[in-house]
């Protein structure tokens, strides 16, 4: 009698503990199919600042460069004094952490990969639309990844207004996906 009771118990152990693994092993997998934690599922997005829109943007897994179509709406002409990409603010919030971090012309140390209009630093009129090329920089460098990683990072734009001082100031925060 005493054996089939030890028997008893360890079917009733096993039988529990191999539903508990099976219901266990369904939530996995239909985590993992529906892909509910991967990160390369984050839309790419774009927020801009007031007084700027951005359109779009693509960021080049192997190069780490970022062609990034904006435009803005001051009412008036600026000048394009510099650009950066980074992947974190500094600690005041008002410059890139890495890379072009004053934002400024310096294309022996951060240079312009191509601008659609032959000039490194344009003259935008409001509600004009002009694409920059640069790099994206992180902690390590130029910010490579993966295709199909995600990358979150700031655009910041130094810039003057006709008649007003220089202006540096983040234009746009984006997540996007390396291509």
Not at 26 to 47: E, M, R
Request: charge should be positive; charged fraction near 5%.
């Amino acid at each position: 009698m005493l054996n089939i009771l030890r028997g008893q118990a360890a079917v009733d152990f096993l039988s529990s503990y191999g539903i508990a693994f099976f219901v266990i092993f369904i939530a996995v997998a239909v985590i993992y199919k529906t892909a509910i934690l991967n990160p390369t599922t984050i839309p790419p997005t774009c927020t801009p600042f007031p007084g700027f829109t951005c359109s779009q943007y693509s960021l080049n897994a192997s190069s780490g460069a970022i062609s990034f179509t904006f435009a803005q709406a001051t009412g008036g002409n600026i000048n394009v004094n510099g650009f950066a990409c980074s992947s974190a603010k500094n600690v005041s919030n008002d410059i890139p952490q890495y890379g072009n971090v004053h934002v400024t012309n310096q294309l022996k140390y951060y240079p312009v990969l191509s601008d659609p209009s032959n000039t490194a630093y344009p003259t935008l009129p409001s509600t004009t639309s002009e694409t920059l090329n640069m790099y994206c920089y992180g902690p390590g460098g130029v910010s490579k990844g993966r295709i199909g990683n995600a990358f979150f990072g700031y655009i910041y734009l130094n810039y003057t207004i006709p008649g007003y001082g220089r202006i540096t100031q983040e234009i746009a925060s984006v997540t996007a996906k390396y291509t």
